[in-house]
């Protein structure tokens, strides 16, 4: 039986919702085959499991703070399939043109309510390997605060997770990153809720220093009204956060700052997501490197960076172990398997899992190439002309859709220069699906003992 972790229903959750009310599409869809596009949809149960952190598990950590979340569709604009009863909300987001200068934060909390001292930049942007960030020369805008902007919505796709729903499913537009109450729901009822990222100082980030707000979202670690820290539930992917540039970091927090500030009260986390310690971060030196030879390098070290260290195409394309220190497998780095088929129960039915992302010709994107993971991220069609399955954020309603073209150019290249895996994950989703046949999945085999996931917070 498929263990069904806490964490990996934070993903289930915020896409389901997703995928209702967006037109992104997936990373899977059934014309993949011959590509290594593969998707899977398991017809057993599921055991929800919750690890403790303290005895090596990683999938349950505290949420009462987070600024990022997992790789999933951009819902800025809503599909044209599924009807939205609720009328157009006013977008809260700074508008490029009124975007302002970064600002200075008055420290109204003190830095030194942060004791754990062991927290350090593992990768100072001098020593980093990929080599190539400088956030004064960037994509996304020339200003701190546009470029904090872009990595928010289109390289991380923090709204995904930290906007709350209206009665539709659709985004609420109008709190624009201030909180879901109910991000993660157990089938017992447990809840998880995403933080309100917004500046309002009671509900939000108002009172928090900058470098208490990095720290959480790259280290995973709040800060405590005792001095002390408490540790973040790794459905937040703090553990890819811990390697990004600090200019980076910089410009998250001073696009945070700039947003309107949303009082938006969040019930606290249930018991069963309380955890000792943070997952463990990812160790640069295992995540793939292009070869010296590689012939597109510089493109491909600055993929690696937007898809390890400041996205998430490692996250979602890595399998999550049930237990232990690693929220994601280092062993299995880009090689697929991660399912999302119990975000889908009961709703659209269909069997997204993860693609095989390494250069292997017969189970991966070896016969590939470079233009067409681009079209996949841009346009949301795969190298048939066929769409994407969800969660995948592709495509013009999807974060992606809003990457620069060189960014998008830069990941495919990194992509195309992994090295070769064999990870033989069967196609079974395709995108739109197709009807249900006997009530059961899209492609009419049945869908018994998953679990159910609340899928939208109340509007």
Known sequence: ????????????????????????????????????????????????????AAGGGADLAVPDVSVAGPDVAQPDVAGPDVAQPDAAVADLRTPDAALPDAPTV??????????????????????????????TVVDGGNSLVARGRYLVDNVIACSDCHT??????????????????????????SALPSKNLTPDPTTGLGLFTDDQIKHMFMDGLVPGV?????ALNSTMPYYVFHNMASGDADAIVAYLRSVPAVTNSLPPR?????????????DPSTIPTPAT??????????????????????????????????????????????DFSQLFVGTLNIHPV??????????????????????????????????????????????????????????????????????????????PPQPALDGGAADGQPLDGLASVDSSSPG
Request: proline share 8%; aromatic share 6%.
């Open 1 to 52: 039986m498929q263990k069904l972790t806490s964490r990996s229903l934070g993903l289930y959750s915020v896409a389901i919702a997703l995928a209702l009310t967006t037109g992104a599409c997936s990373d899977n869809s059934a014309s993949n085959r011959d590509a290594g596009g593969k998707a899977d949809g398991p017809t057993g149960g599921v055991d929800v499991v919750a690890h403790d």
């Open 106 to 135: 008055t420290d109204l909390a003190k830095d030194s309510s942060v004791k754990d001292t062991s927290i350090v930049d593992s990768a100072p942007d001098a020593q980093r390997i990929d080599g190539a960030i400088d956030s």
């Open 164 to 189: 709350p729903k209206l009665p539709s499913g659709a985004p609420d537009m109008t709190r624009y990153l201030a909180g879901n109450p109910i991000f993660v729901q157990l089938p017992d009822g």
């Open 226 to 230: 005792d001095g002390g820290t408490t």
């Open 270 to 282: 249930s018991p069963a997501f309380e955890v000792a310690t943070p997952a463990s971060y990812l």
């Open 293 to 338: 030879t590689y012939p597109q390098r510089d493109s491909a070290l600055r993929g690696r960076y937007l898809a390890t260290e400041s996205g998430l195409c490692i996250e979602c394309h890595t399998q999550h172990p049930a237990s232990g220190p690693n929220a994601i497998d280092p062993a299995k780095y880009f090689q697929g398997g991660e």
């Open 354 to 431: 993860s693609a095989n992302l390494t250069s292997d010709p017969t189970t991966g994107l070896g016969n590939w190439t470079a233009d067409q993971i681009v079209t996949v991220l841009l346009q949301g069609k795969d190298d048939q002309g066929a769409g994407i399955c969800p969660p995948m954020p592709v495509g013009p309603n999807g974060a992606y859709g809003g990457l620069s073209a060189q960014d998008a150019l830069d990941i495919a290249n990194y992509i195309k220069s992994l090295p070769p895996a064999v990870n033989d994950v069967p196609d079974m989703c395709s995108w």
